[in-house]
T-cell receptor, first 115, second 114 residues
């Protein structure tokens, strides 16, 4: 069965702190994809990244970075030098190769960045 | 270009009534997905379409829920005999195909059943 666990329900940091959001997944498939989405207070989900199971290279995009480790079934997301605009709910999601692209989401982590 | 649009943005209905929620995907996107998001939870998959046909409706909670996409573009999610437990935000997303592409989400329809 597929499952995504985001154990951190809420995180609060002060601006300019680094913060890591954890994501652990379960799947029996050997080919799968992992995603992170951001849901700001306005409510619309915004795509951040997609990673396939064969690519364990870490990725950096500006202040965002992602650490994918198959050995621990984790796909963690780090924001460096956080800003107030980073305040949102962040969702990790999983899609198996043969599932037509449907996403299995975690519960989400609500990040609050205070000035 | 235009993103995914959903109408209405808010819908309040009485228990037992019928509702229709509409999704307009990004032009040219062949895959369309419906999800339901309850307060404080992640979105839950309901159904997806590839073209006009429902390729996977395994997430529909019961037979009161039904969705169509007759011309392979606009989709309508239909809920019969609404119950208070149906209250949630209904999200629609589209993608270029049913390979594993990023999905573009609409703003959602907040359904409240009183």
């Amino acid at each position: 069965a597929q499952k995504v666990t985001q154990a951190q329900t809420e995180i609060s940091v002060v601006e300019k702190e680094d913060v890591t959001l954890d994501c652990v997944y379960e799947t029996r498939d050997t080919t799968y994809y992992l995603f992170w989405y951001k849901q700001p207070p306005s409510g619309e989900l915004v795509f951040l990244i997609r990673r396939n199971s064969f690519d364990e290279q870490n990725e950096i995009s500006g202040r965002y970075s992602w650490n994918f480790q198959k050995s621990t079934s984790s796909f963690n997301f780090t924001i460096t030098a956080s800003q107030v605009v980073d305040s949102a709910v962040y969702f990790c999601a999983l899609s198996d190769h043969n599932q037509g692209g449907k996403l299995i989401f975690g519960q989400g982590t609500e990040l609050s960045v205070k000035p | 270009g235009a993103g995914v649009s959903q109408t209405p943005s808010n819908k309040v209905t009485e228990k037992g009534k019928y509702v229709e929620l509409r999704c307009d995907p990004i032009s040219g996107h062949t895959a369309l997905y419906w999800y339901r998001q309850s307060l404080g939870q992640g979105p839950e998959f309901l159904i997806y379409f590839q073209g006009t046909g429902a390729a996977d409706d395994s997430g529909l909670p019961n037979d009161r829920f039904f969705a169509v996409r007759p011309e392979g573009s606009v989709s309508t999610l239909k809920i019969q005999r609404t119950e208070r437990g149906d209250s949630a935000v209904y999200l629609c997303a589209s993608s270029p195909g049913t390979g594993v592409y990023e999905q573009y989400f609409g703003p959602g329809t907040r359904l409240t059943v009183t």
